[in-house]
């Protein structure tokens, strides 16, 4: 069983004067695990050893100063996440800019108040945390969406494509960066209910029976259930494309007959994404169709199948989807 001592994330101090270390020794000691150094030197080997959650760091110190330990910590893949704090007592506007223009996180001037040190410490911390759960998040996203291909007949490659292209349309639409993002993310997860469908009705080669397309039809509502609540916002949106994808805009869709803007953005984003990389890629029950054709397709559901803004939307940032599509080609 860890310790305490273990369970507790980690910072490394480094200063090259023995009682500054000892200051934010007694200030941070009891809430954290503390490793120490008094050189930059010393400082890059202890990172090599040992991943710290945190980094205090002096600017000023013989040999490599702090600016240039930052500097290496954020040239390094393994390093450069790590949030670094200078702890100084340079207080000039030209220092502070600099240090934040190397990778610094934040600047605290000496002599220190306990009170603004454990504040920062906290709220770095804190990031780091949900980060690392975001990351893991997004992990658990990604296998499941790699599992779901195991019970289709679509590509890895399809899935990237028509996740970038929901972004491309995402971000042309007007949200932003992290929103267009987070469907990035979540569009993978768009099929994970057919991991419910029997193989039956997945692999069957031949067109399906009106029985057999009823059971495929609660595909959605099974990755729904898959997905289930979750306190995570890039689940939850993977849950709301994963149940409205196959809405229609005129309601003839499934599996709730959503009309309209009753079906959320992002499932009318990935509707469209969907099909289109759909007809133009090929696949053992049917050939790739052209550009052309599926673009015309496409213009000829608006207003049925597809949101009327979202078609022009699409037509608008066809090259860019293009690019994309020529990008990831199936093997």
Known sequence: MLSDQNNKQQILVVDDEPANLRVLKKILGDLYRLTFAK???????????????????????????GFDVCQVLKSQPLSKSIPVMFVTALSDEVDEAKGFEVGAVDYITKPVSPAVVKARV??????????????TRLQVIQRLGRASEYKDNETGTHILRMSHYSKVMALAYGLSENAADNLLHAAPMHDIGKIGIPDSIMLKPDKLTAEEFAIMQKHPEIGAEILGDSDSDLIELAKIVALTHHEKWDGSGYPKGLKGAE?????????????????????????????????????????????????????????????????????
């Open 263 to 331: 079906i959320p953005l992002e499932g009318r984003i990935v509707a469209v994404a969907d099909v289109f990389d759909a007809l133009t890629s090929k696949r053992p029950y049917k050939d790739a169709w052209s550009v052309d054709k599926a673009v015309d397709l496409i213009k000829s559901q608006s207003g049925i199948h597809f949101d009327p803004e979202l078609v022009t939307l699409f037509a608008t940032c066809l090259p860019a989807i293009l690019e994309i599509r020529a990008r990831w080609q199936d093997d």
């Open 122 to 135: 906290r709220t770095h911390l804190s990031l780091v945390q949900a980060d690392e759960l975001r990351r």
């Open 39 to 65: 050189s930059g030197e010393e400082a890059l080997r202890l990172v090599e050893r040992e991943l710290p959650d945190l980094i205090l760091l002096d600017v000023m110190m013989p040999g490599m100063t």
